[in-house]
């Protein structure tokens, strides 16, 4: 996204490090990068996801388009200059190309949580310069930073208003059904292909049967598979998350909270054993990688990639008259995730056992997946009430 004027704009900027010199994205002026905005950009990059430091990016990105739009410096925004802001957002301000539709809820949430964030820090602390006196009597001078026409109240007092908390909604999930009908596809679209059938009905099943994000996938090795006791290892790699915060790779398999194992179905431990026993590239052995998906055609023997699988299920959303699947679902590779969670929770399985398969730090992230399905749900009430001895109401209110 660029700014109309075409001044604003994000650039790689190179920092210099102990270790590498690492790049981030950063906010430029007319090609010369602006000091505060990277600075605050820098300092949120530097040991946190480069996925997490792109979204940041992206929001100061707009933020400073509109200011410069409105010949507005950050050393005049006030607290109207904040609801004027969201109003340009709901209004289509900050998306991608011509088209004037509004950027979603979330990410102008996202957007406005961003800017909040980053004018606190260029506020710097109140009170913490000494002014007169010592000790318990100590007086200071209030100082505000650069921003001179804002105080921390009102940055506070606009984050209450404008950032009200999204309704809770459940995430999407798919039932056993469409999840086979997804199995049907791939063998009815590959199936003059073998090698890509079992390749891509292997993808699937593995992410549907243990829930790993895409890109554990990618990382997934041949040695961290066990097919007698069906279980995966998903490794962490530390040298590939380094390269990939340093800018130095794009695609990495950056595998989020470490090492884990995950437990296999028996149609994924069944699939992978034909895949690597049979479909695997050879080719893989000139990448010298032990990747345990790879590439197929062009790329063939290549250790596979987020985009490459994020294709296949861009594949599946087509409507059914251009070859996808059908569905009235918007299907993505976390889907896969949601599915599982809800697969597990529906059998009863507990959320400790779920956390883990999942490989959330918080419970708290897990039991936003802890639902169940419609039917489960009311099932559920009805065992209990048919479990119960009969009685009348007249009974019931008699008791108390």
Known sequence: MRCPLATITWEWIVVPSSRRQYKFKGICRNGVPL????????NTFDGGSPATALNYVYGLLRFYCWMEDNDLRIEDVARRHLYEFRSALNNGFGTRGPSPDPLSSSTRRQTLETVLQYLAWAMGLENDE?????GAKKRYRVTRGLLGGLTRKEVDDVRTNILTRPKKT??????PTEVQQIRDWIDMQWAKKPEMRIRNRAIVEVLFSTGIRKSELCA?????????????????????YEQARAGAIRGAALVK?????????????????????????????KYMHNRLFCLHGRNRGQRLTAYAVEYLFERMN???????VGLDKHLHPHIMRHTHATFLSDRGVEGRAIQTQLGHKSYSSTQVYLHMSANRWREGIQEAWASAEPFSSLEWGESE
């Open 220 to 240: 997934l090795e041949v040695r961290g598979w066990n097919a007698e006791q069906r279980i995966l290892k998903v490794p962490f790699h530390e040298e590939e």
């Open 170 to 175: 459940l995430p999407g999930y798919l039932t």
């Open 318 to 324: 087509l409507p059914f008259s251009e070859g996808g």
């Open 35 to 42: 000091h505060l905005p990277n600075q605050w950009l820098w």
């Open 257 to 285: 909270t470490g090492e884990r194992t995950v437990v296999l179905s028996h149609d994924a431990t069944a699939l992978l054993s034909q895949y690597v026993d049979m479909y695997r590239p050879v080719e893989s052995l």
């Open 130 to 134: 000494p002014f007169l006196g010592s």
